[in-house]
């Protein structure tokens, strides 16, 4: 067994009073994050565990970009998700970004989305694959678009399935924030039975700055963690992940205090510390000793650099803490 599986192992096995002893309860005492080593540059990671062990991660960086590790530490580098650029980007952009990788019905599926920075002409895409690498993926097109004259922005998807089989897509960046939509699990696109698109956080006052949605369903509630302020500034991003808690999936979400997200809500999980700058992007995982978020942030050891950042939550306050 390794050092870092010993360590993993000793933390599971202490009682609960003792693990949150360990873990920071003050913004400046957030968790560093855990050891990566390799091709660890990149943005809005996502990241899948194969039943053969295998991580499998993308993320914003020249494209679709791919990494992958066997053990969460060491990761590599691929080739980009997509060998062929589908046609239709061109109508919003030369790249894809922002992906979102799952597995349902035997298939890897990716919401991605193609826009340019600061732009809500936008399209979220879809593709598949059985294997989930680089140039496996077969696109299968547009599932949802937004323009110059919305008040959303169709970017940073993130497929939530529910335990009853309803298939929800949430997206979202700045403008009247986070929304969500019902997706047919036969097609991976809107239900045509329900065309209405939910408003779950947004920022009626003061700076527009939220984005990332990513749902996740524990011990009852719906929470919604997501990225506020400002990306992609290297040392000076403000970036953080904020949480909130709904009894359905569709809201309204509340934050620790009871704000709602719709009204700039929003309860801390990851801020700036030290030299981890503008932690965001964020997704989270189920793996096999608990849940994580893996994210990126600017290390200002390291000229700002965007790097891959993995923690793992601790849940038993009721709120998603990362330790």
């Known amino acids: 067994m390794s050092r870092t599986s010993r360590v993993r192992t000793t933390l599971l096995a202490l009682p609960a009073a003792a693990l949150l002893a360990l873990i920071p309860s003050t913004a400046s005492a957030y968790p560093n994050p855990g050891t990566v080593t390799g091709a660890t540059v990149i943005h809005d990671p996502t990241m899948i565990r194969t039943s053969a062990g295998r991580y499998l991660l993308y993320g914003t960086g020249g494209g679709l970009g791919y990494r992958t ?179 359905s999936v569709t809201g309204p979400y509340y934050d620790k205090n009871g704000v709602a997200m719709t009204n700039n809500g929003g309860t801390a999980v990851l801020e700036s510390h030290g030299s981890v700058i503008g932690p965001g992007g964020q997704s989270i995982m189920n793996d096999s000793d608990g849940d994580l978020i893996v994210y990126h942030y600017y290390d200002g050891n390291d000229n700002g650099t965007p790097k891959l950042g993995i923690n793992l939550l601790n849940w038993s306050s009721g709120w998603p803490v990362a330790y």
């Open 69 to 247: 590790s066997t053990d969460r530490i060491a990761f590599t580098a691929g080739s980009d998700a997509f060998t062929t650029k589908p046609s239709w980007w061109s109508s919003y952009a030369t790249e894809a970004w922002a992906p979102d990788i799952s597995y349902h019905g035997g298939k890897y599926l990716m919401y991605y989305a193609v826009s340019t920075f600061g732009s809500n002409k936008s399209a979220i895409g879809l593709a598949g694959s059985t294997t989930g690498l680089p140039g496996s993926w077969t696109d299968y097109g547009v599932v949802y678009t937004s323009t110059t004259s919305s008040d959303y922005n169709a970017i940073d998807p993130n497929l939530f399935v529910d335990d009853d089989g309803k298939w929800w897509l949430s997206f979202g960046s700045w403008w009247t924030g986070l929304k969500m939509i019902q997706i047919d699990p036969s097609t991976g696109k809107q239900l045509s039975s329900n065309t209405t698109r939910y408003s779950i956080a947004s920022r009626p006052t003061g700076t527009k700055a939220v984005e990332a949605p990513y749902i996740v369903k524990r011990n009852g509630y719906y929470y919604l963690f997501a990225s506020y302020d400002t990306c992609c500034a290297g040392t000076s991003s403000t970036y953080k992940v904020k949480v909130g808690r709904a009894t």
